[in-house]
């Protein structure tokens, strides 16, 4: 690069930096700043108050302490302890923003403005005790909202507030909370002691425990352990009060790893019977004596450990689960997390080292551990399980611990339960105890039965023992193509190609119950595309076949499956897949009709004809011209139009009885013949339905409104 080019470059960074410096940089409020008291005062850099007030005397010092030490605020000794937070930020605010209300004359006499003395003096140093400002104030002004102030020879008034803060005496510095910040978050051990009473609770990773004697322990109620450490981190003294010996109406000790707290609880505060006096030791604090709302200190006081103790045997959900091991005396089922996804876990069974385990079904075990969770009944302390029918372990993630729920033998309709190596049984009702535990091996395994989508499906097959029926799709739709060609139900074969595409089952069954046969064998056929390199041909045919077993009685749930495990499936289901798919309806025109034709015989008639046909909005006799009741035809219309029959591939139409020609308004002609046995056939050929003989009879009885010949 070339001396000339370098030169260029340099003015033009130059000239981009003044531009920079100049117009981007953030506006600075110089008007402001200069209007302030204390221009270039930041409050992270004090480190030191220094307060003297003349009336009455006092002095106040205040300082931070070290980045190690979370740069808290404390009061210097000898008096120490904690200062309130909220109280010094309101006081760094106040000075970093003190704006003057107006200015004093320099030789007003300073007597006059109560600076000589000054009732309050206020220092602020930085961390090296370097002095940054100290302000000298006065008496209020006359309007009561401002005091005279003194900085290095100027006079000013400003709000009265930094008065107000400056004389408000030791106290007013003093945090009001009695809980040091770790007693946040790092409690290990609560001790409450009354007459008769000490309670021992332990604060672990995960869980609360309530410390018995000769070292046992029960479990605490996760919510009145939040309800205690939450009433400890709210204990605030409504005001301080001097010392007057030992308090032994109660005793709360507090342990965590950032120290100890101990309140010694004692009777009414003087003139004051809603609060109780407490005496506060802190390790490493000077002992304060304060007064304590009574009902902020009633979850010590009132503390037992029958409200403590956890009747519940576990909280929570599947959620934060990875493993579920259940041992019962008919069933040992083993649930693994993997991927987000619940799996039954072959390795404990024999023959199974390096297979994977069945897919379980995410909504059975949230139900079960619903049930689980909604178990609690009363706890008894010590006690042993005599015998053993159930355990449940359930295990979390690598940090946390594995529970384990021993069930035993049931007494008096109860159900004693050990929770982990507790020193008490809880004993719930045997009914609800059973419904967790009544389950069996395929209790947990997924109850999906079939899953793709209906739009793939191209052929579909339905075995009845002897009885074949094909279904074929084409651009048209779908077609009946065996044992006959014949129309079949749109509608049903879209709601069975639904129901297949998500089949689920409500339960599995070990065993078929008795009284079933199998009857029904379902195939459908996918095709899949090939797409690949040249290849935009011929598609892939997939076969699934779905075996029913169904009631001899055609009543209830049918069964999925040709194996155990046996899907049970709701009897709606049931008869969607079992039934056939041929259209139903003898008159399959939706158009309106304008011509119907009837041809009856019988044993006293040899043949009786009738001929309605529609001319405008009124129907005529075909013969006569006359009018007909159209109330009555319209009534015979709707009979034909609803006519259905059980369509049957094995049967044959005798001599007909009734024939039935229709023509609709688009010119299109159908109709059917009915047998004296209720069978009936299009007139176009084709399979055999099956018809109600009641329906039959109503049919020939609305045809009376047609005069025949």
Known sequence: MSRRVLIVLAVTAALLLGYVLLFEREPRDVDGERRRVLPGLQRERVARIRIVCSTPRSEVELRRGRAGEGGTWRLAPPRGGRADPEILSRLL???????????????????????????????????????MA???????????????????????????ELLDLATGGIDAWRDRRLAPAWAATRVARIRVKRAGLCINVEVA???????????????????????????????RAARFIPRRGDLDAAKVTVEGRGGALALEVGGPCPGRPAERRVLVRERGEEPVSCCVEREDLSAFTGASEDSLVDRRLVHGSEVDLERIKIQTRGARIELVRDAGRWREDPGGRAGSAGKAGAAADGVAIREWMAGLAGLAGRVERGGGLERRQATIELGGGPDQPTRVLRFGEARGGEL??????????????????????????????????????????????????????????????????????????????????????????????????????????????????????????????????????????????????????WFELEPAVCRLLSRRRADRRLLRGSEAMTRIAISMTGTRIQQDRRLAEKRGPTWHDGGTGKALDTTAVAELVQALRNLRGQPRYDLKLAAPTLEVRVRTADGRQEGFLV???????????????????????????????????
Do not use: M
């Open 93 to 131: 605010a106040l000075l970093e923003f003190l704006e003057p209300l107006r200015t004093v004359p320099a030789d007003t006499n300073r007597r006059q403005l109560g600076l000589l003395p000054p009732q309050a003096t206020v220092a602020l140093s930085d961390a090296k005790e370097r002095p």
């Open 134 to 160: 100290r302000l000298a104030l006065g008496r209020p002004d006359p309007s009561g909202h401002g005091v005279y102030l003194d900085h290095r020879g100027a006079l000013f008034v400003v709000d009265r």
């Open 205 to 235: 990773k995960h869980q609360v425990r309530l410390r018995l004697e000769r070292d046992g322990w029960i479990r605490v109620d996760p919510a009145a352990a939040r309800r205690l450490l939450a009433a400890l981190a709210g204990l």
């Open 416 to 565: 004693p339960v050990r929770r982990d190596d507790e020193q008490a049984l809880v004993w719930i009702p045997q009914r609800q105890a059973q419904a967790v535990l009544s389950i069996g091996r395929y209790h947990f395994r997924s109850r999906q039965v079939l899953e793709l989508s209906r739009h793939v499906v191209s052929r579909l097959v339905t075995r009845r023992g002897a009885e074949r029926e094909v279904l074929v799709r084409d651009d048209e739709g779908w077609k009946l193509v065996e044992p006959v060609r014949a129309p079949v139900d749109q509608a049903h074969v879209a709601a069975l190609l639904r129901a297949v595409s998500r089949l689920r089952a409500t339960r599995l069954l070990e065993r078929l119950p008795s009284g079933t046969r199998d009857e029904v064998t379902l195939v459908l056929s996918v095709q899949r595309e090939q797409l690949g390199p040249g290849d935009a041909g011929p598609s892939a045919e997939e076969v699934t076949r779905l075996h029913l077993s169904v009631p001899r009685s055609g009543a209830g749930p049918c069964f999925a499956g040709s194996r155990a495990p």
């Open 675 to 709: 047998d004296g046995r209720g069978r009936s056939r299009r007139l176009s050929g084709g399979l055999v339905f099956e018809l109600d003989r009641e329906e039959v009879a109503r049919l020939r009885r609305r045809a009376g409104a047609i005069p025949g010949r």
